[in-house]
């Protein structure tokens, strides 16, 4: 962690500066601080764009009952590539930029998708049991299609936790 928050708030600032320096000695002070006010309005008018194209996705997919993880994953991008982009410097800016594309977004987000899935399988660990005392394994399917209470018996600390469900097929 030391590592990561060296280099975001020594490396980077250091990097921004020499290149600040370098293409204000090419351009001119007033054109480079232009340039930099530009690609700070123009990355916030897309971020902007894109970011309610994604708000507008993720309310259709939930909409539908679906589980909007790909937009999810969108949106935390769109908000780093914001952060870049008002960011001031070329260095930055170049990697916000590239998070506007959608290709380098999809490419990104099944990478990150794919590590998660990976460790939360490797990890994952979960264990259910149900206990109804009294009540057999015959007593259980003739009452399938009606609620019933039952009750589940925790692993951790011998509580019993009450509840109804109905079974719907």
Request: charged share 10%; proline share 5%; hydrophobic share 45%.
């Amino acid at each position: 962690m030391f590592r990561l928050l060296f280099v975001f708030f020594i490396i980077i600032p250091i990097i921004e500066i020499s290149v600040l320096m370098q293409v204000g000695a090419i351009f001119g002070i007033w054109p480079t601080i232009a340039i930099v006010i530009f690609t700070a309005w123009l990355g916030a008018k897309y971020v902007r764009q894109q970011g309610l194209a994604t708000l507008n996705s993720v309310q259709t997919k939930m909409a539908q009952g679906q589980m909007p993880s790909d937009e999810i994953v969108t949106g935390l991008m769109l908000l780093v590539a914001g952060v870049l982009l008002v960011t001031p410097g070329f260095v930055t800016d170049f990697f916000g930029l590239s998070l506007l594309i959608p290709g380098v977004r999809h490419a990104i987000a099944g990478s990150v998708k794919s590590h998660i899935t990976t460790n939360s399988a490797s990890q994952q660990s979960f264990q259910f049991h149900s206990h109804n005392p009294g009540q057999s394994q015959d007593d259980f399917s003739a009452h399938q299609d009606s609620p019933f209470q039952d009750h589940i018996q925790s692993p951790h600390k011998g509580q019993t936790l009450d509840g109804e469900y109905e079974r719907k097929d």
